[in-house]
């Protein structure tokens, strides 16, 4: 299971844009707790913990331990805004969780033995990958790290779907109602024919030596009929 994170936070009393705009100045970003039946705190969060933990990959997936003033949460993030040019955060939602919180959330897929796949190793096949993440539904607490295939014996035309993959104990997959593929083992893309340049150039010789005698037979009969009259 992932480890927790820790994020230290202050409260701000101010809302809407021009609000925003001053915690951003300021080097921090404005973000929300909400849930468990109470109401929501309005906090603010340096920008480079939040990039720090955004880019580990630790926000949307793992519990944070939030101190605001002195005051102790247990979070998980459940949305941060991004800037749609310079992609640097804007806002961040905070869910107060507890040991009975369940969530829907997505875990990346990790493909594992790719050189014990003969689809791969001795065929030249392709791992094609349908999902990346699976979303599943768990504990807030119990989020698993990661969802693993094994590619092992697997040969080109195998689909991998989510009978592969061993959850753990509480943890389902969010689409319950069907299997789902995952990856397939490809036959490798066929090799586009050169062209033979050789070739080529040769037929536009001829083609371009046929072109200048008829031209010079035409100046001919034209010159012969210029005579007569």
Do not use: W
């Not at 689409?175 to 150039?201: T, Y």
């Not at 072109?211 to 012969?224: D, H, L, S, T």
Request: charged share 35%; hydrophobic share 35%; net charge negative.
């Amino acid at each position: 299971m992932a480890k927790s994170f820790e994020l230290s936070a202050d409260k701000r009393e101010e809302a809407g844009k021009g609000a925003a705009r001053a915690v951003r100045r300021e080097g921090r970003i404005p973000a929300v707790i909400y849930g468990g039946n109470e109401d929501p705190v309005k906090i603010s969060l340096l920008e480079k913990d939040v990039i720090r933990e955004y880019h580990n990959g630790n926000i949307l997936t793992t519990i944070c331990d939030m101190d605001v003033a002195g005051t102790k949460f247990k979070l998980l993030g459940r949305d941060v805004q991004l800037h749609p040019v310079t992609d640097r955060p804007l806002h961040a939602d905070f869910l107060r969780v507890t040991d009975k919180t369940r969530i829907n959330v997505s875990v990346p897929v990790t493909f594992i033995n790719e050189d014990k796949a003969p689809g791969l190793v001795d065929e030249g096949g392709i791992l094609a990958i349908v999902r990346h993440d699976v979303e599943v539904v768990c504990r807030a607490v119990a989020i698993p790290d990661e969802l693993i295939i094994d590619l092992e014996g697997a040969t080109i035309g195998d689909t991998l779907d989510s009978t592969k993959i061993k959850l753990e104990d509480g943890v389902k997959f969010a689409i319950s109602d069907r299997d789902f593929a995952i990856a397939n083992i490809a036959a490798p893309k066929a090799e586009e024919p050169e062209e033979d340049e050789e070739g080529l150039e040769g037929e536009e010789g001829e083609a371009a030596e046929a072109g200048e005698g008829e031209k010079a037979e035409g100046e001919g009969e034209e010159k012969a009929e210029g005579g007569d009259e």
